[in-house]
């Protein structure tokens, strides 16, 4: 395995080899494994876990990293084929891409959805064109819908929390943000949750269905897996002896790249912040997930958020040893 | 000490350690102290020195880093607690503080005072916030009030120099500067030289008295070192036998969050620009301290800044060896 | 050699061993020739390449690197001597480099020229101020007038490909760009063929003739080296034969600093953009040579820049390869 594009590529026993060395580096950080080596990271969005994580991975490994973020400090990035290049950008990814990889012994890159066309973003075809020009390992640091390297480390979160593979109520909630959000991370946390045989209830108001190639691609995994997907917009039948709430704003497909139309039917959401009176029907100790960053008291209240329920900087935690796994996985032989 | 918010962070003893740990890192700068270790730094506001003596100096260590700069590359940070997240912030900081720690063995934050209410901003509570935030040691970069990794720095360049601790007269004077600037670095100056046991004038026009509680603290820490603390008007005789004018611009605390109320004051103040003709009355071999960065010809002469009197690259130099001792304190059983 | 301003700046041995080292380090990369030593990156304008390049590079000889960027985390620096600093900028680079000095092994510095006046930016002095106010090694990233770790790399490319120094034929073309562009990498790459001893020809639209110091260097380059220059205006006659077009665009010299000026002249010169068709008359085996960043269907068509001619990416490998062999060139004993 060269490319981590999305969870899928890792077979279940890959998979389970990355989340056990996930663990062992957990406990024993400091190895050698990336010694000489270089990993480019390209950032086209903004981050602030991935950054941060994907550096100090590599150094524990003894590696180290170089970071471009085109328009800050780097020339601005076109990524369209076949475009005459008269406008704002000054470099295409089809040269940026070789070159980088030249300099690096793995490519990390960010791109997230371009948030206009609902079946272009749900291609994610920028992610696996960057891919395909990039002849070294390459890594997927979120893109239009996918974000492997979280829902590994989401993985790896359940996994410490002993919440059960089998029988395990994971409710993927939907909540209320400002802004029409990507699908990225909601897919991700539900691939993995349908993948890793859990009972996945994904709740949300009316109008925020997740398209159908998503659901469809979790219940195809959930068949396989032995868990189950359904679909609710009723709180307390979603929760109901719920294990985890997986808490995730996103925009309406229906409205996908008309966000002033999509904001009509949002700001009548405000009520879909996080309460810990939500989680009356739940298991006693049902945890909180999120990726972050979270908007608190908007998403989530401080009471969930600051409770003993959160899991949030855990999880976040789970992304450095997740991905310096995954780097290992892909950059050495003792890996794949 | 884990944590080194402000120079009163470090006893009498280990501050003498950590200065002759210093000196020793000056003439033998590389080592592995910090081999394996990762700092993570945290800049929420602009930085060159800074910025790169602490990377520089975690390698020279043998360790490394990485960068965070909300809104360039990375989230923008919410900093008030409570608060309803709807605005620009995407992030709040007791998430992402925790979270960086998790990826780090220490880290240094970058906060400079917010300039809007004057008690606040003397409280110094948010760097004292992110530093409750962190499990791990954690270094003040600059704060609202506080500046101790430039103090420290400071008071080897003064043990460099030969500058007698008793009967040193230490001169901090307020320079012009188009903007009503904060009080971390004249309070660090103050501080610094008051618990070095000079004889300490604060010069300044009339209306931009230092803040009580700063004066106050620096006068206890002159009672306890045998120094003195001194306040003037008046350029002559403030300059009178003095060892070392430390320039430095802040706004009048009177007028503090009121920036055109404030310019009033200030414009007329263009003269207190440090010239040569300044040192007249002081020691011939009176040297000229300034934190950097400073503006040519506004806040001082060329003349000065180019001339033999000058140590501004000297102290500057001495903030690589002073945080890396600094490191090697928080971090390593061979500190503390 | 302890400055690398301009190709000028290594003799004909030490160029060939650069270059000898070059090579060496492209089939062993990992070296500990910098353990160590870091290297300060100072970027007064954005990177992709060179940012990368240079920090894979110093990672993979064992060293370490900082990067700061003015204006975006760091403060913005003036450059002009004797200026009362009261508008935007913050910090004079007469502190900035010899501050940075001291934290670094050596520094590589980026500025562009101003493109405000043709004599100021001929005369190249931005670049060779910071390098005099710099009393470590020194490297220009990129200045007014010069590219030399370019003109190293494409140096070494045309090695790769064994374009012949005796009796190669050269072409510099100018093509089409949407602003006026700075004359650094036309000059770099005019001055490293007429060194090699190649046939050069300079193709370009009237009105875009080189100024005289940047022809008049080439030709007595090429005097030396048995080489030539000659200037035209005809495509056809240009390229025949030719082994290599090396594309650029450039401003109008007589336009210097008036770009609307400019844009009258420019605006009728769309069709230079590289196609198939204009390498008719070169060798059948002819290259297409680019910098990079190039606008693709602007200043070159896909078919060129996917075609089997170019070898834009091999070019942009070699500054990797090229920059190492330089550091170690100026930084160690192995060096010099």
């Not at 490994?61 to 076949?82: A, K, M, Y």
Request: net charge negative.
């Amino acid at each position: 395995m060269k490319r981590f594009l999305d969870l899928d590529d890792l077979t279940d026993d890959r998979l389970q080899a990355v989340l056990r060395r996930a663990a062992a580096l957990e406990r024993a950080p400091i190895t050698d494994d990336l010694r000489g080596k270089t990993i480019g990271l390209l950032f086209m969005n903004p981050s602030l876990r991935t950054l941060a994580s994907m550096q100090a991975g590599a150094q524990q490994l003894g590696g180290s990293t170089f970071v471009i973020t085109p328009g800050q400090g780097s020339w601005t990035l076109e990524t369209r084929d076949s475009v005459v290049m008269d406008g704002d950008a000054v470099e295409h990814v089809r040269e940026a891409i070789p070159v980088l990889a030249q300099y690096a012994d793995a490519l990390g890159v960010r791109c997230f959805a371009k948030g206009k066309d609902l079946d272009e973003d749900l291609a994610d075809g920028l992610i696996r064109q960057m891919a395909d020009l990039c002849p070294k390992p390459f890594i997927n640091l979120e893109s239009a819908l996918a974000h492997p390297c979280q829902a590994l480390a989401d993985w790896k979160t359940l996994e410490d929390l002993d919440v059960p593979r089998h029988g395990g109520r994971f409710v993927l909630s939907w909540a209320y943000h400002p802004k029409a959000l990507a699908l990225a991370v909601p897919t991700a946390a539900l691939t993995m949750a349908a993948r890793r045989g859990m009972d996945v209830t994904v709740l949300h108001p009316e109008g925020y269905d997740l398209p159908d190639p998503v659901l469809g691609k979790a219940r195809a995994l959930a068949a396989s897996s032995g868990g189950s997907v359904t679909v609710s917009h009723d709180r307390r039948q979603a929760l109901d002896g719920a294990h985890v709430v997986y808490c995730k704003s996103w925009g309406a497909p229906q409205h996908y790249g008309r966000p002033d139309d999509e904001a009509v039917l949002r700001r009548e959401l405000r009520d879909w912040c996080v309460q810990e009176s939500w989680f009356g029907p739940a298991r006693p100790d049902a945890r909180f997930m999120h990726c972050l960053p979270v908007r608190r008291n908007v998403k989530v209240a401080d009471e969930v958020l600051d409770g003993p329920r959160s899991v949030v900087v855990q999880q976040a935690g789970n992304r450095l040893h997740a991905q310096k796994a995954l780097m290992i996985e892909l950059l050495t032989e003792g890996g794949a």
